[in-house]
C-alpha cells in the first residue's frame, strides 16, 4: 500500500468512519465530518488516504430488489472440481443476475447470490448455466423469503 496502512493502523476514528459510509456511501464530507466527531479538513484528509491506501475502494448504492425487478433471490452452493475456481471465478463475473460470490472453505466450495426477475429466470440460471460451468459438480439452492443488512437492521 502507498505508505505501508494495514489494519492495524485504523484507529478509533478511522473505524467511525468506515462505519458511516457502510450506513451512506454518498453524505456529504461535512455530515461524515459531523457524524464521526471531526473537522471537515480532518475528514477529507482521512477519507483520501483510506482510499488511497484501498481501505476504501468505492462507493455503492443500495437498491430494493423488488422496485429493480428482481424479485426472486436465491443462495446457490457449489461444489466443484479441484482446481477449477479460476475458470468458476471468471464465469461467474459474466453471468447475468449473479450478485456475490465467495470461495468457501467447508462442505461447501463457492456460494452465490442470486437476484433474478422470476423463478423461470432463476430456474434457468442453475440448471442450464451454473449446472454447464466446466468443473462444477453439483449445486444446492435455498430461496431467499426475506433479508435485513448490517448492523442495526431491522428485525424482519
Same mark, same amino acid.
Not at 422496485?67 to 447475468?96: C, N, P, Y
Not at 426477475?117 to 440448471?127: A, E, G, H, T
Given at each position: 500500500?502507498?505508505?505501508g496502512l494495514d489494519t492495524s493502523d485504523l484507529d478509533d476514528t478511522d473505524r467511525r468512519? +468506515? $462505519? =458511516? +459510509?457502510l450506513k451512506d456511501g454518498r453524505m456529504s464530507v461535512r455530515e461524515l465530518a459531523e457524524r464521526a466527531h471531526i473537522s471537515r479538513a480532518h475528514a477529507y484528509t482521512r477519507l483520501e488516504r483510506l482510499q488511497r491506501? *484501498?481501505?476504501v475502494t468505492g462507493f455503492t448504492a443500495r437498491i430494493d430488489h423488488d422496485r429493480a425487478g428482481l424479485k426472486t433471490s436465491a443462495f446457490v452452493a457449489m461444489s466443484i472440481q479441484q482446481d477449477s475456481w479460476r475458470g468458476i471465478a471468471e &464465469? %461467474? $463475473? $459474466? %453471468?447475468? @443476475?449473479? =450478485? &456475490? @460470490?465467495?470461495l468457501l472453505g467447508g462442505d461447501v466450495d463457492v456460494l452465490v447470490l442470486l437476484r433474478a426477475p422470476d423463478n423461470s429466470s432463476l430456474r434457468r440460471i442453475v440448471l442450464e448455466? +451454473?449446472? *454447464?460451468v466446466p468443473g462444477v459438480v453439483s449445486t444446492k439452492t435455498w430461496l431467499i423469503f426475506d433479508e435485513a443488512n448490517g448492523p442495526g437492521a431491522k428485525s424482519l
Amino acid at each position: 500500500m502507498a505508505d505501508g496502512l494495514d489494519t492495524s493502523d485504523l484507529d478509533d476514528t478511522d473505524r467511525r468512519i +468506515l $462505519r =458511516e +459510509l457502510l450506513k451512506d456511501g454518498r453524505m456529504s464530507v461535512r455530515e461524515l465530518a459531523e457524524r464521526a466527531h471531526i473537522s471537515r479538513a480532518h475528514a477529507y484528509t482521512r477519507l483520501e488516504r483510506l482510499q488511497r491506501n *484501498g481501505v476504501v475502494t468505492g462507493f455503492t448504492a443500495r437498491i430494493d430488489h423488488d422496485r429493480a425487478g428482481l424479485k426472486t433471490s436465491a443462495f446457490v452452493a457449489m461444489s466443484i472440481q479441484q482446481d477449477s475456481w479460476r475458470g468458476i471465478a471468471e &464465469h %461467474l $463475473r $459474466r %453471468l447475468e @443476475f449473479v =450478485e &456475490h @460470490f465467495s470461495l468457501l472453505g467447508g462442505d461447501v466450495d463457492v456460494l452465490v447470490l442470486l437476484r433474478a426477475p422470476d423463478n423461470s429466470s432463476l430456474r434457468r440460471i442453475v440448471l442450464e448455466q +451454473l449446472h *454447464g460451468v466446466p468443473g462444477v459438480v453439483s449445486t444446492k439452492t435455498w430461496l431467499i423469503f426475506d433479508e435485513a443488512n448490517g448492523p442495526g437492521a431491522k428485525s424482519l
